[in-house]
Every structure is written in C-alpha cells, then in structure tokens.
C-alpha cells in the first residue's frame, strides 16, 4: 500500500512560517508580579489548552518536526547513541519521557499525546527505562542498564522516593528533562498521582522535596540549548502551547528555589502592550488530522484564545481540498477570544476521494495587529484496510510480578499499534484493560496482584481493529498457554463470545438475562467464537455447572 507523504505536504506549507512561531508579545503577561503557588497555577492555566495532535499513532510524523537534527534526517534520541534516520521509526518508541503510568495510563487526556513531553527513544532504553523516576545512579553497585546514554541502577542515597531503580540521563540531557517535568507538573497539577516516586498530589509544590533539588541542580548545570529553543517553537506551531521554563528557565527558582515568595517579572517582551492581538492559534499553526480510511472522518480541536480584541473573527477555508474541511462557524465574537479560557472550535475532515488534501484557514478582522492570520490543514485518505487476525505466542521472562506477552502479526500487514486485551483473575473474579503496545511484545506490569492471567491481541490500523488473536494464559508456576489446565473461561467480545478451555467440553448452554436458555452447543473447544447480540449472559456447560457471567458489546 502506498503511503501518503503528509509530512511532506506539511513541511512545504509550513516552511515559510515556522520562523514566526516564538511567543508572541505579552504571551507571559499573566505571569507578571506573581509568586510560588500562584505563579504556578498563573503558568498552568496559560499552558493547560493547547491543540491536541491528531493521534497518538501518528506522533513519527510531528516528531520529523521536532526531533531530527538541523540539516539532516537523523532522529534526536536523546535515550541512546544509535543512529536511526527518518522517515524510518523502526528501532524507536513514542516516549512519555513523563511515565504515563504516573497518572494512571489513561489515553484519553491530553497528556498522552502532549508533545512538550514526548520524544523518540530507543526501544530497547525505553524499556529498560520503564516508569522509574529520574535520578543519580549509584555507579558503586551493578547497573541494570547503561548503553553511554541511557543509565538505569540502584539511586543514590536520598534520591528514587522509594522506587528500586532511578533513571539517569547523560548529562547534556539533563536540563531537558528537568525542564520537561517542570513543565508536566505545573501544565497537569490537578492530576491524581498514581505513582508519587517525585511528585505529591496538590496544585503546589506537587514535586516533593528530593525531586524538586534534583530538578533544579541539573536546571542549572544543563542550560536550555539551541535544541530546546527549536524544539519549543516548532511545538507552538503545532500544538499552540510552550515550555515556559524553556523561555524562562529562572521561572522554576521562583516556585520550588531560591527564589519563592519573591514576585516573577518578565522581559519587556513579555509585557502586554494594550494593542488587539491574537495570540492562539499561533502563526504558523499547522493542524495535521492525521491520515483516515476512505468512508470515515475524524475532527480537530483548535484554541483560540486573544487580548483586547474590537470586534468578531472571521474564519474562511481556502484552497483546493476547501470542501473536504468544514468549520462549526464562520464568526467568532470578540467576548469569547477575549475570554481568559479562550474558546474552541472543533474542524472536521470528511474526504471524498484518496490521496493527500491540504486546505487553510484564514483568520481576520478582531483588529487584530497584521490583519490575517492563515493556518494550514493538513490530511490524508487511504482505502479501508483488510486486518488478519495475530496469533499470540507464550509469555516469556516471567517472574512473581511480570512478565512479556507477545505475539506475531502477519507478515506484509502494516500495523499501527496492538491493543492487548489483559484478564486478571483474582479469587474467582475478572478484571479486564486494554493496553496499547507499539512492539510485537509488552512487558505486563503487577503480576502479583493477579492469580493468574490471560492475553489476547489485536492489531490496529487507521482505527480499524483486526479480529482477536488467540487467548494465552499465564500463571504463577510459569506455565504458559492454553495446554495449562483453566477450567473454562468464557470472554465477552463486540458481537461475540469465546470460549477458553484447556480441554473440549459438553453441553454448554447460554441463558439471557431472565434465566431464558438462548442457545445450546453440542461440543465447545478453545477459542471457540460464538455469534451473539449486545447483551448480559450466564453460560454453563457439563463440566462447568456453576453460571458464568459474560457481557457482550
């Protein structure tokens, strides 16, 4: 299948604009005379809306933005030396340099797809990296990992807030990374911590006491690099928020250093001049919706947000793929751009036909100071794609609190990511989570907290899924697949229940949710699918005379 160069479309649309993207006059004029606790929420409300990326699958293409080095096509990998080149993203990983699992792993915020925090890693580092905290290796013990770049081993006295291992970074990183968690935990300081190796729950200080040390140590010996300037403009182009502490790294000593309590005052750039701007979306925007399958259509959220606005915005698409792009308005009022939250409006892209399609939204009137702003649009459309089903293997590496699950995808089928559909068994009772994995294997965290378990795979293309792979199980005496003598487990799926059973078993029943036996099959073995409306069901068979309850989407 041939895939669409969007990417390059963007960069020749964009190119003669992204020099514009630094922050415009009076972007940090909230900030002004604020201090500690208040200054940090004056930050987290001027960074916490932003225009979200298209998807979390389509993070390589934004990253050919951010993340190559100046003049070449080599990725930036801050977690190793390996040199990998775009627009090839085999051997890396979409990183949330700031675990994911820290807030809990939900995909469904904005921190999951914020680029002012994901970067390109080398897989392999990623996953050593895994969801430790930040900090100095002690380099007397046994390192656990270390490739010259990436170091992960026991922490050094004070340091891991509990955790066993610490990640380290070369030391040309490391104002990076404490730049990028400054950031994380002002933008995000209304989340609800699941771990709290660094940080508390609260609006302030939130990162605790050895963490915030840490963090402004390396602030000072690491100062932001031409890299982290680039890199935070081309992210204001794309998602319409910045790293404060990059433009202002000194921001940080006046929340958490030696500084607090002592009122911020920016540069004379800064300072809001009274005059109409608009300062979101940024000039040169570029919202990239990302690629859709032919028949489907999918929606981009855009910010607007300005000060001393005189009069409506108006909004015009131009271009020749005008028609595939519609907007919820035409006019946007003075009051709502106005407004401290800003306002919203949510873009959709419905293709008519293959191929690449780029249109541009014009943006004038307001009085604003240039007169029009443009910002581009960027899609594109490819058939509905055809998914076989993957068949997962046995699990390997497994211990008394994780294991790797893996599996094996059809060759020649491009794949965007697996989704692995994760049972736990605890005391007779099912949990059920879906995983997202970017390699044909996931490492499974707190085994110990289940019994036993169970895994199945799914891959997923263009948000299209292929049907479920078969199921395997695993246990705690390291016996892995459905030879493992289970009993009988009965999963409900979209449309469909399955049967898993070591053996074959006799006389299965399915009763509705009055009690109404439904259906009867002779003979059931494993991973026997059976066709069934949404709905709640009991299912037993001769072997299994206790009722088993199922749900089916």
Same mark, same amino acid.
């Given at each position: 299948m041939k895939k669409l160069n969007i990417l390059a479309i963007a960069a020749a649309l964009l190119m003669p604009l992204i020099a514009s993207a630094e922050a415009p006059q009076g972007y940090y004029g909230s900030l002004e005379g604020l201090s500690s606790s208040e200054l940090k929420t004056a930050i987290h409300k001027l960074v916490r809306n932003f225009t979200q990326v298209s998807s979390y699958n389509d993070l390589p293409r934004y990253f050919a933005r951010t993340d190559v080095h100046p003049g070449t096509s080599q990725w930036w990998d801050m977690y190793s030396s390996t040199v990998r080149y775009s627009p090839s993203f085999s051997g890396l990983n979409r990183e949330h340099s700031f675990p994911k699992s820290w807030w809990g792993g939900n995909t469904g915020v904005p921190a999951y797809v914020d680029l002012n925090h994901l970067y390109p890693s080398d897989a392999k580092a990623n996953s050593a990296k895994s969801n430790y905290p930040l900090g100095i290796v002690d380099r007397t013990e046994k390192l656990k990992f270390d490739n010259g770049v990436t170091t992960v081993g026991y922490p050094i006295m004070g340091q891991g807030g509990g955790c066993q291992y610490v990640f380290e970074p070369?030391?040309?990183?490391?104002?990076?990374?404490?730049?990028?968690?400054?950031?994380?935990? $002002?933008?995000?300081?209304?989340? #609800?911590?699941?771990? $709290?190796?660094?940080?508390?729950?609260? @609006?302030?200080? @939130?990162?605790? &006491?050895?963490?915030?040390?840490?963090?402004?140590?390396?602030?000072?010996?690491?100062?932001?690099?031409?890299?982290?300037?680039?890199?935070?403009?081309?992210?204001?182009?794309?998602?319409?928020?910045? =790293?404060?502490?990059?433009?202002?790294?000194?921001?940080?000593?006046?929340?958490?250093?030696?500084?607090?309590?002592?009122?911020?005052?920016? #540069?004379?750039?800064?300072?809001?001049?009274?005059?109409? %701007?608009?300062?979101?979306?940024a000039a040169g925007t570029e919202v990239d919706f990302g690629q859709v399958a032919l028949g489907s259509s999918t929606t981009a959220e855009v910010f607007f947000r300005g000060e001393n606005l005189t009069g409506a915005l108006?909004? %015009?698409?131009?271009?020749?793929?005008?028609?595939?792009?519609?907007?919820?308005?035409?006019?946007?009022?003075?009051?709502?751009? =106005?407004?401290?939250?800003?306002?919203?409006?949510?873009?959709?892209? $419905?293709? @008519?036909?293959?191929?690449?399609?780029?249109?541009?939204?014009?943006? #004038?009137?307001?009085?604003?100071?240039? &007169?029009?702003?443009?910002?581009?649009?960027?899609?594109?459309?490819?058939?509905?794609?055809?998914?076989?089903?993957? $068949?997962?293997?046995?699990?390997?590496?497994? @211990?008394?609190?994780?294991?790797?699950?893996?599996?094996?995808?059809?060759?020649?089928?491009?794949?965007?990511?697996?989704?692995?559909?994760?049972?736990?068994?605890?005391?007779?009772?099912?949990?059920?989570?879906?995983?997202?994995?970017?390699?044909?294997?996931l490492v499974i965290e707190d085994f110990d907290q289940s019994d036993s378990e169970a895994y199945s795979v799914q891959s997923v293309r263009l948000g299209y899924r292929s049907p479920i792979s078969n199921v395997i199980f695993v246990d705690h005496n390291s016996i892995t697949g459905v030879e493992a003598d289970q009993g009988l487990i009965v999963q409900g799926f979209d449309g469909c229940i399955r049967f898993v059973c070591s053996a074959p078993q006799t006389g299965a029943r399915i009763y509705d949710s009055t009690g109404r036996c439904i259906a009867c099959i002779d003979s059931i073995h494993n991973n026997l699918d059976y066709n069934i409306s949404a709905g709640v069901y009991l299912v037993t068979t001769d072997q299994a005379k206790r009722p088993i309850k199922v749900v089916v989407r």
């Open positions: 070369a030391d040309e990183y490391k104002g990076d990374f404490a730049r990028t968690y400054f950031y994380m935990v $002002t933008c995000y300081q209304d989340f #609800s911590w699941s771990y $709290t190796y660094m940080v508390t729950n609260g @609006t302030y200080p @939130t990162l605790n &006491g050895w963490s915030q040390r840490l963090l402004l140590q390396w602030n000072q010996d690491d100062p932001v690099s031409q890299k982290e300037l680039d890199r935070n403009d081309v992210v204001y182009s794309i998602q319409n928020n910045r =790293n404060p502490f990059i433009d202002h790294p000194e921001l940080a000593e006046y929340i958490w250093g030696d500084k607090v309590g002592q009122p911020f005052h920016g #540069s004379s750039s800064d300072q809001p001049t009274g005059d109409p %701007v608009l300062i979101n979306p108006d909004l %015009v698409l131009t271009g020749t793929d005008k028609a595939m792009f519609k907007l919820p308005t035409n006019s946007l009022s003075a009051s709502l751009v =106005n407004a401290p939250d800003g306002t919203w409006i949510r873009i959709t892209y $419905t293709p @008519t036909a293959l191929g690449e399609h780029t249109a541009r939204l014009v943006i #004038s009137e307001g009085g604003m100071l240039g &007169g029009s702003r443009g910002i581009g649009l960027v899609a594109g459309c490819l058939p509905v794609p055809t998914l076989t089903a993957c $068949t997962a293997t046995a699990a390997t590496d497994v @211990t008394a609190d994780s294991y790797t699950a893996n599996w094996i995808s059809p060759e020649g089928e491009e794949v965007d990511y697996w989704v692995v559909t994760r049972d736990k068994y605890v005391g007779g009772n099912v949990t059920r989570e879906e995983l997202i994995a970017e390699d044909p294997w």
